[in-house]
């Protein structure tokens, strides 16, 4: 008889293990597709917030497409090209910045910024060349 009050005892605690409900695993949220739009490009530098006319010179686009930053950029591995750092917030800048999806000001057109005096040169991968 002590044989089936082991089996009476164990058996409804295995069911009940048995027939838990898991709990839903926790998941994140991977996006594919184009990469986000910005009018003048992004810093090259996690997050990749958008850059703000007048921080990359005219060397980083190509017929006013911006070819030269973000995770997005597979270009040479030698690419260089001038940035003016003002207008970088790990640098200070506390301007407005382009939200992502925004358009660029008819005024401002990508790559020609009138009057541009990069005092930086980077490598589209967040480094400073020297």
């Known amino acids: 008889m ?3 009050k082991y089996f009476f005892l164990i058996t409804p605690t295995l069911l009940l293990f048995g027939c838990a409900q898991p709990r ?3 998941g994140f949220g991977v996006q594919y597709g184009p990469e ?3 009018p003048y490009g992004y810093f090259d530098y996690a997050p990749y917030n ?4 007048g921080y990359y010179g005219p ?3 190509r017929g ?3 070819i030269g930053s973000g995770p997005w950029y597979h270009g040479p591995a030698h690419f260089q090209g001038h940035v003016d750092n003002h207008y970088d917030p790990q640098h200070g800048y506390h301007g407005q910045l382009p939200g992502r999806g925004e358009k660029a000001a008819p005024k401002h057109r990508a790559g020609h910024v009138s009057n541009f005096h990069g005092n930086e040169t980077r490598d589209g991968r967040g480094h400073t060349v020297r």
């Open 2 to 4: 002590s044989r089936f």
């Open 24 to 26: 839903p695993p926790v």
């Open 36 to 38: 986000p739009v910005c």
């Open 50 to 53: 958008c850059a703000p006319y």
């Open 59 to 61: 060397g980083w686009f």
């Open 64 to 66: 006013g497409v911006f």
